[in-house]
């Protein structure tokens, strides 16, 4: 069902180590939170498919009234009060969630596990937005990892170590340049500007960086 009908804007991948642990990255497109890009981790139960609800959590703190901010761990008992069905829920309703959760959410402190957030949202939305904001910048520029798949981008010259770096990030998600190449067109909008790094725009004007492009799209999350 996830390959069926792909959640817009998030993408998961199953640790190559441990079949129950899928690392998760999600792009933030509009709503307050618009332009955050979020890592997670899915943990699905070793019973599973139980009464146990998996886990999300996520690898940064999140400012919002459904994140544990002790925890970073999203509620997810509030949507799953009865436990996990697996004659009703899917793994694909759990990531449909996960990405309504940030365009629709109750903001009743009462039933919200971060009380405060919920709170500064029913009674401070300019205060909220704030902390919001540090959600959205809180993934720092890390020139040791960043800076060498950035010149890779725009085209510099890699030298030696660079370039098994990059290669190394970048190559297990080869098969998409490949496709992207092949085929001569897009699906969606999930080209990367090869000049400002700006993600989710429309195809580059030179066709050169298409493979380039391309293979950063769901390996972001090797990215650190």
């Given at each position: 069902m ?34 955050a ?14 009464s ?52 629709n959410?109750?903001?009743k ?26 959600v ?11 800076e ?12 030696e ?18 496709v992207?190449?092949d ?13 400002d790094?700006?993600y ?18 769901f ?6």
């Amino acid at each position: 069902m996830i390959c069926r009908e792909p959640v817009d804007g998030l993408y998961v991948i199953p640790s190559a180590s441990n079949p129950h642990e899928w690392f998760g990255l999600l792009f933030i497109r509009r709503g307050v939170y618009f332009g955050a890009v979020l890592r997670f981790i899915l943990i699905i139960p070793q019973d599973f498919p139980s009464s146990t609800v998996p886990t999300v959590k996520f690898n940064q703190k999140v400012f919002h009234p459904h994140i544990d901010p002790n925890t970073n761990e999203l509620d997810l008992n509030r949507f799953f009060p009865n436990g996990w069905k697996p004659e009703n829920h899917h793994i694909y309703h759990l990531l449909l969630i996960l990405q309504r959760t940030f365009f629709n959410f109750d903001v009743k402190p009462s039933s919200c596990i971060n009380k405060e957030a919920a709170f500064m949202l029913y009674n401070d939305k300019e205060a909220f937005k704030n902390n919001v904001k540090d959600v959205i910048n809180l993934s720092p520029w890390d020139a040791s990892v960043h800076e060498p798949i950035r010149e890779w981008l725009v085209g510099s010259t890699l030298n030696e170590n660079q370039t098994s770096m990059t290669s190394s990030r970048l190559g297990a998600c080869s098969i998409f340049s490949n496709v992207a190449r092949d085929s001569g067109s897009k699906v969606g909008f999930s080209w990367v500007s090869p000049t400002d790094l700006i993600y989710m725009v429309e195809r580059p004007n030179d066709f050169k960086y298409i493979s380039r492009v391309s293979k950063i799209i769901f390996p972001l999350i090797l990215l650190s």
